[in-house]
């Protein structure tokens, strides 16, 4: 299939081996891109006592979690078990299963950087996008974005909320790259060469352990050029070939196998 | 002219080009797709000039530097301090929500005092002489529970606990008053430890879960992430001894299991062969230290207590002898563990203090004299104050054990079950509407100030707890020495040497020194260190994520999303233990059993989890809040409640390692 090239292409090499799995990226990308609390009680639903509430956080196929942390284990006995998390954004593919499936052109892969975008007012919330992605990267919004009163007093000015029956997902904290574009502009550089660490997403920017390493993946003069093509680099479902953006690292040999997942007994 | 067959095409074809062609149609589709999603209960964006402040936030138990970002004056969330040495530009999971927790409706809104079983509010005026009144008449029977480690906060209140001539300042149990109370109290030593694991080349984190819940946790994952650079070779060793795999077990070098309550014969096992390869301690006790090792710490004695094999602790000291600079971390409440920990420090030469800063109230506790009385100890003897005042921390839902007093005074800013119990509630501000400072967060390795000013205006009538002690010391006739605490602090930060103003706050950054402690501890490792257990049929494990909150701080709004199916699920609560565990006790994945234990029970889910310790359950700390907001009320099980607590021999600590319960299938 034809894969559109970009000059410049955002990516991210996670660092495994560094990521504790606190959640500290999880929370920043929340309050970054106005992702509200979920709460049981509408109050802006006047036939309550007919409904039932709405989900909680407890039904982790209704949450919104554009940057979500997995569990990984090596599947082993005690003591020779072990963990790791694995922090999992939108890949930004290269070749993405999502757009070629929007009935609506509601996403796309146009922009140079390579971000795959939502254009949330146009999606129709059929979720044939969701369906495609096999990284489970996109939510559906199945309630409005209601804040428990007097939180959202004042709202990340970022992005606007999306309501109820849209389709979501990361996009690299877009709007802090069309800001620091507007910087190197005013600063009189290239927008179209900015340095490393002019433009980072909040969960890498947040990152107590360093395991998100942002950048340029094709300027060399970003770390993340030469760290892609470590020898402990791979990318999630490989073979799918969708080429995603996002490149994870680690040494463990068992975290490196469940990049791909085979079924029990395949040989790899 | 009738309507034939033809009018009819040209009426349907001429129809449907027009449509096409019309832009009516298009704008209407497109304003429908737009309007059905802009409905008024859907928050507005507001934008205006963007700017971050430097602020101190004291949510997780040793605070975070981070900066308040806002827009239009107003704020909307926190980001990293990149000039600050704790956090250079990360924050902790709780802090990150710092902003959503001052916006959260279970804030208490004003001055509130109880009348039957329900509040009323009340004048800050009112509350104030009340307050007096009622100190007056309590004749010095006044305790302070204080849950702030590292505050100037406490000078002013164990200042003005001195002034109405009580001594009953207590501190939240932490690891903080378990270190300050094996060296400064055991070892004869004096200051706070500290850890320099910016510097070192081998970290053993016994028991200290320094990546998730231990000390200054974004401190010591940016020491962690710079020793461990991303596609380089790692410039130092990291591993932990726990009985469960934490999130540090994830990404240490190598995970040790070893029983909380096995942790000082662990580190005494090491000791053995440190001893045994010539290692030296300049204490007085050394000889003793020595003889009490090799008679009771051989690797055969070790492992017959808590199953490490000698091999295992022969070839962790083999690596602790090669380093050039090792270091090693206890964590928990038991001074005997820390005590053991720094034993081991002394004999390979690492271990390193910091100065406490210049108190700049007179009548006030040192840090280490605020760390040295036990608050359970003092709880199960008995003491009921007349007047206890409670800062910062929140007893009633994270103490094992029930305190008592005759008139509660809660300074909490959100409503939890101490604040519910209380008599008078003072709503303290929140950490960005104060004057707060942070002093050595326990676990840093060098001398650390940091001063944060307000950088939000109140919304609520909330008034600085520090302030309002000292309008009440100032009506009682106790002098303090400030009128405010925006003055203390400017004093402190001059003290100090900080580079402090009152626009953006300061900070300051000192050096460690080497510690010199008179003795090792022999007299009292000999009877505290062997592990003790309970009779129920499984230990309890209990472990700490600041996504689920801390003793003082419940979940935050934005945390339940985060919070692992494999910390709680379906609302209840997930008991994590092996396969060898679950068979012994009859279980299996997803069986739902009942936990027995100290004063209470609880509900959990059983997870299969082989990084469990056998005959071991983990369970997480942090849940089952009676009081507070949805993201935390009624969310599973609160297991402080289960722990059994118990005084540890010759130390005389209060520690609940080795608690045990019993398992019911439900």
Avoid at chain 2, 166 to 190: F, H, I, K, W
Avoid at chain 2, 232 to 253: C, G, H, N
Avoid at chain 2, 369 to 374: F, I
Avoid at chain 2, 449 to 470: E, H, K, N, Q, W
Wanted: net charge neutral.
């Amino acid at each position: 299939m034809h894969m559109k090239e970009f000059k410049i292409k955002w990516g991210m090499v996670i660092d495994i081996d560094k990521c504790t799995g606190c959640g500290a990226c999880m929370v920043a990308c929340q309050v970054e891109n106005n992702i509200a609390p979920m709460t049981k009680k509408d109050p802006y639903n006047y036939v309550q006592a007919l409904t039932k509430d709405r989900d909680d956080a407890d039904n982790k196929l209704r949450t919104l979690t554009w940057m979500n942390v997995y569990e990984l284990s090596n599947g082993k006995s005690f003591p020779e078990h072990e963990v790791a998390y694995l922090p999992r954004p939108c890949m930004q593919c290269g070749n993405p299963a999502c757009v070629p499936v929007c009935p609506v052109v509601a996403t796309d892969k146009n922009e140079e950087g390579g971000i795959v975008s939502q254009i949330y007012p146009r999606c129709i919330g059929c979720r044939y996008c969701m369906a495609a992605c096999p990284y489970h990267a996109r939510y559906f919004n199945w309630w409005d974005p209601l804040w428990p009163e007097g939180m959202d007093k004042q709202l990340s000015p970022a992005v606007s909320p999306r309501p109820r029956g849209v389709v979501e997902k990361c996009n690299f904290c877009h709007t802090r790259y069309a800001k620091a574009k507007d910087q190197a502009r005013e600063n009189g550089e290239d927008p179209m060469n900015l340095a490393e660490g002019a433009y980072v997403p909040a969960c890498a920017e947040i990152c107590p352990s360093g395991a998100i390493t942002f950048g340029d993946l094709n300027n060399p003069e970003h770390k993340v050029h030469e760290l892609a093509k470590s020898p402990h680099a791979f990318r999630l479902l490989e073979k799918l070939g969708l080429h995603p953006q996002v490149y994870y690292m680690s040494k463990r040999e068992w975290v490196r196998k469940q990049g791909d997942n085979y079924n029990a007994g395949d040989k790899h | 002219m009738g309507f034939d067959r033809r009018t009819f095409i040209q009426l349907s074809v001429g129809g449907t080009v027009g449509i096409l062609f019309t832009p009516v149609l298009w704008k209407a589709l497109d304003d429908v797709s737009i309007w059905t999603q802009n409905w008024p209960w859907i928050p507005r964006l507001k934008y205006g000039a963007l700017e971050d402040q430097p602020a101190v936030s004291k949510l997780c138990d040793s605070g975070c530097a981070v900066k308040v970002r806002k827009v239009a004056g107003s704020a909307f969330g926190t980001e990293g301090n990149e000039d600050s040495p704790l956090s250079k530009g990360g924050i902790c999971p709780i802090c990150a929500n710092a902003v959503q927790v001052m916006r959260n409706p279970n804030r208490v809104k004003g001055p509130m005092k109880k009348v039957g079983e329900a509040f009323e509010p009340i004048t800050w005026e009112d509350a104030k002489s009340m307050v007096a009144d009622k100190l007056a008449a309590a004749k010095g029977k006044v305790a302070f529970i204080s849950g702030d480690q590292t505050g100037t906060a406490n000078e002013v209140f164990s200042g003005f606990l001195a002034g109405i001539g009580s001594e009953d300042y207590l501190q939240m149990p932490c690891d903080m008053q378990a270190a300050s109370r094996a060296y400064n109290g055991v070892m004869g030593g004096t200051g706070q430890v500290a850890y320099d694991l910016e510097n070192s080349d081998f970290v053993l984190l016994a028991g200290a879960d320094a990546m998730e819940s231990w000390g200054p946790t974004v401190a010591n994952q940016k020491a962690f992430a710079a020793t461990h650079p991303t596609g380089e070779k790692p410039t130092a060793i990291y591993m932990l001894a726990s009985p469960v795999q934490t999130r540090t077990a994830s990404v240490v070098d190598a995970w040790i299991p070893v029983p909380e309550e096995g942790m000082a014969t662990f580190l005494l096992g090491v000791a053995y062969h440190l001893i045994r390869a010539g290692k030296y301690a300049g204490a007085a006790d050394f000889g003793s230290f020595r003889s009490m090792i090799m008679d009771a710490y051989a690797p055969g004695k070790v492992e017959a207590a808590i199953g490490v094999k000698g091999a295992d602790t022969a070839a962790l000291a083999k690596q602790l002898l090669a380093a050039s600079d090792p270091i090693v971390v206890p964590g928990g409440t038991s001074v005997a563990t820390a005590t053991a920990a720094f034993a081991v420090n002394m004999l390979l030469g690492s271990l390193r203090k910091v100065s406490e800063f210049p108190k700049v109230i007179q009548s006030a506790m040192s840090t280490s004299e605020r760390m040295s009385k036990d608050l359970l100890t003092w709880v199960n003897k008995g003491a009921a104050p007349a007047v206890a005042m409670v800062y910062e921390a929140n007893p009633a839902y994270s103490l094992p054990d029930d305190f008592k007093a005759g008139f509660v005074v809660s300074f909490a800013t959100e409503w939890d079950e101490t604040a519910a119990k209380a008599d008078l509630v003072l709503p303290n501000a929140f950490t960005f509407e104060r004057f707060d400072d942070m002093q050595n967060p326990y676990g840093i390795g060098k001398q650390t100030y940091s001063v944060g000013v307000p950088v939000c205006r109140p919304t609520l009538d909330v008034m600085a707890s520090t302030d309002f002690i000292l309008d009440v010391a100032a009506s009682m006739g106790i002098n303090l020495g400030f009128d405010s605490f925006a003055e203390v602090i400017a004093a402190k930060a001059e003290a100090v040497g900080a580079d402090f103003d009152e626009a953006s706050g300061g900070q300051y950054e000192g050096s460690y020194s080497s510690a010199r402690a008179s003795v090792l501890g022999a007299s009292v490792l000999s009877r505290a260190a062997a592990p003790v257990r309970g009779n129920g049929a499984v230990v309890l494990a209990p472990y700490s994520q600041l996504i689920v909150g801390s003793q003082n701080v419940a979940t935050t709004p934005n945390a339940p999303c985060v919070i692992s199916t494999n910390v709680l699920k379906g609302g209840t609560l997930v008991a994590m233990m092996c396969s060898a565990t679950a068979k012994k006790i009859g279980v299996s994945d997803e069986s739902k059993i009942k936990l027995s234990g100290g004063n209470g029970e609880a509900a959990a889910l059983v997870k299969i989890n082989e990084g469990v310790l056998p005959g071991a359950v983990a369970v997480p700390l942090g849940l089952g809040h009676t009081v507070g907001d949805e993201f935390s009320k009624g969310v599973g099980d609160n297991v402080y409640k289960i722990l059994t607590v118990r005084s540890e021999a010759a130390t005389g600590a209060t520690v609940w390692t080795g608690s045990t319960v019993n398992v019911a299938k439900m």
